[in-house]
């Protein structure tokens, strides 16, 4: 079972930025799909983005030309750099890994709060 550690979440005024990081305690690269998610209060958790092991990469309708995904396998990490956030993207991020064989695993998250 992977561990999964997520950082760079904090207090950000509107149109700011931030990098949220993900990284696991064995080799990512042994998963198929890595991902991101959010649940903000009082809705269900929705799809961010992800990027499988072949490098696909698909987004949100809602995040789209504003977030990217992208992975370091060397480093164990995948990254979400986040640009023009917006008070709707105020949420708990989770990272997540999911391999066929195994099924998904969960980050504890880290809360983004977009705000003046």
């Known amino acids: 079972q992977v561990q999964l550690v997520e950082s760079g979440g904090g207090l950000v005024q509107p149109g700011g930025s931030l990098r949220l990081s993900c990284t696991g305690s064995?080799?990512?690269?042994?998963?198929?799909?890595m991902s991101w998610y959010r649940q903000a209060p009082g809705k269900q958790r929705e799809l961010v983005a992800r990027?499988?092991?072949?490098?696909?990469?698909s987004y949100g309708d809602s995040v789209k030309d504003r977030f990217t995904i992208s992975r370091d396998d060397a480093k164990n990490t995948v990254f979400l750099q986040m640009s023009s956030l917006r008070p709707d993207d105020t949420a708990a991020y989770y990272c997540?890994?999911?391999?066929?064989?195994?099924?998904?695993?969960w980050g504890q998250g880290t809360q983004v709060t977009v705000s003046s």
């Open positions: 064995i080799n990512i690269s042994r998963f198929d799909i």
């Open positions: 997540n890994a999911f391999r066929l064989q195994d099924g998904d695993s």
């Open positions: 990027v499988t092991r072949l490098g696909r990469i």
